[in-house]
Structure formats: structure tokens, C-alpha cells
């Protein structure tokens, strides 16, 4: 392995208040990574729940399961290479993310992006970690014969407790333990996934089957159309069994309001078109009932989509750009922090070769075990009448298994699953970020406490069907501190950094005052540019193409500012 590879820092610079154990260039002899464990930390973090339920969610908005497939494939493709990129660093200086970025950013302006970054892998945190606090509380259910709750109880905040405690024991141990973790655990996640394809196809009657029955869930399950000279009509999609030729529900009601409490049911018919009242068409609900002989099984409440006859509506590429650009704000955060994992890889062949093995391969992979499993489980409950209340998550899913052992054990593999990604994806970087604003006072382990409590203080509880909106929202704020990372180490240093200039008080990273002001210029104005468009609609292609708006104003704006110095 050549110099040019991995740089050593030969000056000690243990006394500057920018330097601690835990943000110093990891020793040569310590990088022990090789490609399956780069590659086994990608499946880990890519074999999770939050990869399953955007795919389930993507049929849910009307997208084809092949269209989502490609979607979710490119998304992964456009990320990997950004994140082999910014890899490099990690693997030739050994340091993470806060410090790297200081060279672009300035000793203290590497905090904005650190800490925007490392708030938002806290609210990931947060969301992974009440998922898999509903794992151990399906366990429970399973183990004292009780019935899941649908809503909030206090069981899931106990499971929620539980598996928060398990996540710090975790970094208490250190960051050689997840290593192990994720050896251990991406073998078991993918066998998992193929199990559940396997059942999916064979109660449904046929691989086949389930794919072409899945197009019924690209429908809404209720549509009012609206226009200004005719009466709105509701228009009824209600999911049909596996010969498609009859509607699982029997019967349907229409609500106005919520609280309504009328009990006029009409049986389904064969046209499901009806007029509506024209004064009251935007507080309408529907709910269908089937008759399980001894008793009736009732779907939620669905509030129809109000959809007008104007001519302004968006072509559907709108919705795949919308969709690709959430797929890569899905791992926008590690693509910035992505070098809190190299720096442990002993080449730069390992970890090129292991995040294009474990990424996007799996990620296509586990969305499909995804979209089909939900797309399977629709046709095989029959007390499932809607597609707003299919088991989108895998533990709502596993949960509905009559098998206790069978129940029990996937409900482990998958607080396995969650428990590895939310460490290597959630736990690293902002434990990092929190490290670097006071090297000296904050350790590894005390920036992963403080991950830990604002995972909680953020009620995840409440984020997560938000996903898809909060992910192209994170978009335009990360890639713009990725676009100027990348102009920076490419394009203004060519790769040459100093390394000890990284933790010197007064060295030159230092810039005006610890900030760089053609960092700061450009950052805000792709975080502008990029999210102008969520306020004003003439602008709103903008948005949906935050990441690439973002990172393409900001990498190249970054580069005039810097060459003119």
C-alpha cells in the first residue's frame, strides 16, 4: 500500500482543542475493513424497514411495482457514486466527516453541514428506533396472547424504551462492534426476504399472480371528481379477491365527517360511481365492511382524493422525478458522512468494490421483497379490504402470522436489521458531529447519548408517514454541503490535504474568523435554489429536483469562488 494512498499525520497535534481520539486519522494498522465488510454494512443498512415501506409507499401513490423497481435502481446507482467519491477521503486520511469538511468549510463552519446533517440522522434514529420498539412489542403480544394495537399505547413506548437502551448499549461498546453486527446479521436479513417472497407467492397462487394483481393498488381507493358545471362524483376502488372478478368488501358507507355515525350501508355493486353532495364534498369519507360470517370486518376511514377535470394537471413523470429525487435523499446523509466508515477500510479498492456490491443490488433487491410481500399479503388476508390498510411495514405484516415461534423469530431478525442500520446509517455520523464541537468535553459515546435523546425528543411516532415528503425536503439541504465537499477535494486540492493543518487552531482552514465564506455563499444559494420551489409553485421543478439543484449550483459555484481567491 503506497503513501499516496493512506496519509499519515507524523505531527503531533494531541494538544489543539480541535483534536480528540475519537476525530484523530485512524492509525494504518487499525484500517482492517475489507470489502465484505463494507459490502455487509451496505446490505445491513439497506435490508430495513424504512427500504421496504418507501417502496410499498411508492405503489401506494400510483407507480407501477417494474416503474418503482427502475426508480429505486437509477436513485441507487446516482448515489453510489457521489458516496465512492466522498469515500475517498475517509480511506486516505483516515479521519470522519466533521473533520474532512473542514478543509472546505472552515474549522467552525464544518458545523452547520455537521450539525444539519447530524439533526437529521437523529430524527432517522429516532424513526428506526420506534420501528424496531414495535417489533419487541408484536414479541410481547405474541408471548401474553395479546392483540396489536393500531394506535398509540403504552406497550409500543415500552418497546420503544427497550430497544432505545439496546441502541446505546451498542455505541457504548464502540464502533468495532458493528462490524460484527453487520457480518452477522446481512446474511440472515437476506435469506429472510426470500422467505417472505416465497410465501407470498405460494398462498397467493403464483409469482405471477401477485405482480399482475398489484396493479389494483396503483388506484386510490376512493377519487372524488370535481369540476365547476357538473356534480361531483365519488368514485369507488375498492380491492377485489384473487379471481378479480368480485370486491373483498360487501358493502360501503359514506360518512360526512369522521365522527359520522350513520349506519346506512349499500351493498357493492358493479358501479362504483356515485353523485355526492356538491356542499359538503371536501369533508367525505368511506368505509367498506365484509361479512366474515360471524362476525363484520371493517376497513378505516378513507378520505377520498379530490381531483378537478382542469387541464393543469402534471404528466406522471412529475411523480417518478418527485420519487427518484426522495429514493437519493434517502441516503443523502451518508453520502456526506460516508467517510466515518472508510476511514476504517484498508483500501480504496475495498471500499469502492463494497459499497457498489452492498448498495444498490440490495436496495433493489429488499424493495421488491417490499413491494411484493405487501402486494401478496393484500391478496392473502381476506379481512384486508382497502389498500390504505395493507401491512405496508413488515412487523405490522409478520405480526399477522398464526406461527408463534414463526412470529417471534422474524420479528428478532428484523430489531436485527433495524438495530444495524440505525447504528452504522444514524448513529456515527451525528455522534461525530457533536464530538467536533468540543473535542476536548464530547466523546463518541457521549455524542451518541445526545443522539439518543433528541431521537426522542423529535416524536418520531409522528414522522413516520411523512417519509417520502421529509426525504425531498432533506434532499436540498444535504446536496448542496455534498456538492461542495466533492468541488473542494477534487477540483480545488486536486486530493492533497494537509492533514495536520485539519486540527490546528490557527492554521489555514481557518479562513476569515473559522469560516469559509465561499462555502457559506455557496451553500446558501443551493439550499435557496433548491427549495424555492416548496413556497413558490411557478418554481416547484426546483424541488423536485432538490439533491440535483442543490448539489449542482453549490459544487459549481463553490469552484468560481474558490478560484478567484
Given at each position: 500500500m503506497s503513501e499516496k494512498e493512506i496519509q499519515v499525520m507524523h505531527e503531533d497535534m494531541s494538544a489543539s482543542s480541535y483534536y480528540s481520539e475519537d476525530l484523530a486519522p485512524v492509525p494504518p494498522d487499525q484500517r482492517t475493513w475489507n470489502t465484505w465488510h463494507l459490502a455487509a454494512i451496505w446490505i445491513g443498512m439497506a435490508v430495513c424497514i424504512p427500504t421496504y415501506l418507501l417502496a410499498s409507499y411508492m405503489i401506494k401513490s400510483g407507480i407501477g411495482w417494474l416503474e418503482a423497481l427502475i426508480i429505486i435502481g437509477l436513485s441507487n446507482l446516482i448515489i453510489t457514486v457521489p458516496m465512492v467519491l466522498n469515500g475517498h477521503a475517509g480511506v486516505k486520511y483516515g479521519v470522519p466527516f466533521p473533520v474532512i469538511g473542514r478543509s472546505s468549510f472552515g474549522m467552525k463552519g464544518i458545523h452547520i453541514a455537521a450539525i444539519v446533517r447530524g439533526i437529521v440522522a437523529c430524527?432517522?434514529?429516532?424513526?428506526?428506533?420506534?420501528?424496531?420498539g414495535l417489533a419487541i412489542y408484536a414479541i410481547f403480544n405474541v408471548l401474553t396472547g395479546n392483540e396489536s394495537s393500531y394506535g398509540l399505547s403504552i406497550g409500543q413506548?415500552?418497546?420503544?424504551?427497550?430497544?432505545?437502551?439496546?441502541?446505546?448499549?451498542?455505541?457504548w461498546k464502540g464502533v468495532e462492534s458493528i462490524k460484527f453486527l453487520e457480518v452477522f446479521a446481512a446474511p440472515i436479513l437476506i435469506i429472510m426476504g426470500i422467505f417472505l417472497i416465497i410465501w407470498g407467492a405460494t398462498q397467493a397462487g403464483g409469482f405471477s399472480v401477485v405482480l399482475q394483481k398489484s396493479k389494483q393498488l396503483e388506484n386510490p381507493t376512493a377519487v372524488i371528481h370535481s369540476s365547476e358545471d357538473s356534480q361531483p362524483l365519488l368514485i369507488l376502488n375498492p380491492l377485489k379477491d384473487r379471481t378479480g372478478t368480485k370486491t373483498k368488501a360487501d358493502d360501503y358507507r359514506i360518512l360526512y365527517g369522521k365522527d359520522d355515525m350513520d349506519e346506512n350501508w349499500s351493498p357493492l355493486t358493479t358501479s362504483f360511481t356515485i353523485p355526492v353532495d356538491p356542499s359538503r364534498s371536501d369533508d367525505i369519507f368511506v368505509q367498506f365492511r365484509k361479512n366474515m360470517g360471524d362476525k363484520y370486518v371493517y376497513s378505516s376511514h378513507?378520505?377520498?382524493?379530490?381531483?378537478?377535470?382542469?387541464?393543469?394537471?402534471?404528466?406522471?413523470?412529475?411523480?417518478?422525478?418527485?420519487?427518484?429525487?426522495?429514493?437519493?435523499g434517502f441516503w443523502a446523509t451518508m453520502s456526506l458522512s460516508i467517510a466515518d466508515i472508510t476511514r476504517y477500510a484498508a483500501t480504496q479498492k475495498s471500499q469502492i468494490a463494497g459499497q457498489f456490491i452492498g448498495l444498490p443490488g440490495t436496495m433493489m433487491l429488499y424493495s421488491f421483497v417490499g413491494i411484493f410481500v405487501t402486494c401478496a399479503a393484500v391478496l392473502n388476508f381476506e379481512d384486508i379490504?382497502?389498500?390504505?390498510?395493507?401491512?405496508?411495514?413488515?412487523?405490522?405484516?409478520?405480526?399477522?402470522?398464526?406461527?408463534?415461534?414463526?412470529?417471534i423469530l422474524s420479528q428478532i431478525f428484523l430489531i436485527i436489521a433495524t438495530l444495524s442500520t440505525n447504528i452504522a446509517a444514524n448513529v456515527i455520523a451525528p455522534s461525530n458531529a457533536f464530538s467536533n464541537l468540543w473535542p476536548k468535553k464530547i466523546s463518541f459515546r457521549t455524542g451518541g447519548i445526545i443522539t439518543g435523546i433528541i431521537g426522542i425528543l423529535i416524536c418520531p411516532w409522528w414522522l413516520l408517514d411523512e417519509i417520502s415528503s421529509i426525504l425531498i425536503f432533506i434532499s436540498g439541504l444535504l446536496g448542496p454541503v455534498l456538492g461542495i465537499m466533492l468541488s473542494d477535494y477534487y477540483l480545488v486540492r486536486n486530493k492533497e490535504i494537509e492533514l495536520a493543518e485539519l486540527y490546528r487552531y490557527n492554521g489555514i482552514y481557518s479562513y476569515k474568523y473559522g469560516f469559509n465564506p465561499a462555502a457559506i455563499i455557496a451553500l446558501a444559494s443551493g439550499v435557496g435554489l433548491a427549495l424555492i420551489g416548496f413556497w413558490i409553485e411557478e418554481l416547484d421543478f426546483l424541488y423536485s429536483f432538490s439533491w440535483f439543484t442543490g448539489f449542482l449550483v453549490s459544487f459549481v459555484l463553490y469552484y468560481l469562488l474558490m478560484k478567484k481567491k
Open positions: 430524527g432517522w434514529f429516532g424513526i428506526q428506533t420506534w420501528i424496531g413506548f415500552v418497546g420503544f424504551g427497550i430497544f432505545w437502551i439496546i441502541n446505546i448499549y451498542i455505541v378513507i378520505k377520498p382524493i379530490l381531483r378537478s377535470d382542469s387541464k393543469k394537471t402534471k404528466p406522471r413523470i412529475w411523480t417518478y422525478i418527485l420519487w427518484l429525487t426522495a429514493m437519493v379490504l382497502v389498500g390504505d390498510d395493507a401491512p405496508w411495514d413488515p412487523v405490522k405484516l409478520l405480526a399477522r402470522f398464526d406461527n408463534p415461534v414463526i412470529v
